[in-house]
């Protein structure tokens, strides 16, 4: 993958590092990509940067998140225009400029989830980092030493999301469910379900829980109509492994992808590096005779 794969903002969890490393186990070409749990659609872009195919579904829970996503690629300029009106706003609160982000997220909060509002919060929030609250409320808070990303800058890669994307991709907020009741033979499904540590319980990343025996029949029903998937759910960091391995009757095949430095474990004056899973469907199993970049989980953990 040559050049820079544009993104809109930070955002935590994000898979367009190891898009990458993610992209050299699709096929070169097939019929479409589902995202059932999208974020910030990063697999997506990054596919049709390489122009692998031409249709996309991108579906989240997360409603809001969806809306911005559909507005940055059907309408680039009027959600730059808007954005740019939003942050200006903040320099007339001078020192207090934290203040404007807890207004904006008030306003979200109450009913006005237009795309910029949704945009300005995540290019302003700690680390990216989408957090609600047990009443659904957005309640992460203000990185107090930025302002977010400057208008200029997001423009740029707005524009280039939307001219790869635009008049491709479909966009839902369905129970992920409903998106897999969609895929067919030809289509390639990508999954980033919710970390796995909060996959019985609500998650406050998103508005529902993914449950694990649940998650893995979804699968299996995969299986049974021949579509191939991705998916990234488990990993290990600092010889510790999170979360649980995807049942052996699924008959995926699980690679370990070097995700980098562990930022928390930075944080804490430690070096460890973190690894991803990525599972991969058995019908693609045999389209590679080498798989590029294969730790096994001895490997990762040693």
Aim: proline share 5%.
């Amino acid at each position: 993958m040559n050049g820079r794969i544009p993104h809109m903002v930070q955002y935590q969890g994000s898979k367009r590092n190891l898009a990458p490393q993610i992209l050299q186990y699709m096929p070169c070409k097939f019929e479409r990509l589902l995202e059932p749990f999208s974020g910030m659609a990063a697999i997506s872009i990054a596919t049709a940067y390489e122009k692998r195919t031409n249709q996309f579904i991108i579906n989240d829970i997360n409603r809001p998140l969806v809306s911005m996503l559909q507005e940055a690629i059907e309408h680039p300029s009027r959600l730059v225009e808007e954005y740019s009106r939003v942050w200006e706003e903040q320099f007339q609160y001078g020192e207090n400029h934290v203040q404007h982000f807890y207004n904006i997220r008030e306003k979200f909060n109450n009913g006005d989830e237009q795309p910029a509002n949704m945009l300005y919060l995540l290019a302003r929030c700690v680390k990216g980092a989408v957090r609600y609250g047990k009443n659904g409320n957005f309640n992460q808070s203000p990185d107090k030493r930025r302002h977010g990303t400057n208008p200029r800058t997001l423009a740029s890669n707005v524009y280039t999301i939307s001219h790869l994307l635009k008049g491709k991709a479909s966009f839902s907020a369905l129970d992920y469910h409903e998106i897999l009741d969609m895929a067919k033979p030809g289509d390639l499904v990508y999954m980033d379900p919710p970390y796995q540590g909060v996959t019985n319980v609500r998650d406050n990343r998103y508005f529902a829980g993914v449950p694990f025996d649940e998650f893995a029949h979804a699968i299996a029903i995969l299986n049974k109509k021949g579509v191939d998937y991705l998916i990234s759910y488990d990993g290990a960091c600092g010889g510790k492994e999170y979360g649980e391995e995807l049942p052996q009757e699924l008959h995926c095949k699980k690679i370990m992808l070097n995700a980098g430095l562990s930022s928390q474990a930075t944080l804490l004056g430690k070096k460890s590096t973190t690894f991803e899973a990525l599972y991969i469907s058995e019908a693609l199993i045999p389209t590679f005779d080498i798989f590029p970049q294969q730790l096994s989980l001895l490997e990762v953990l040693a």
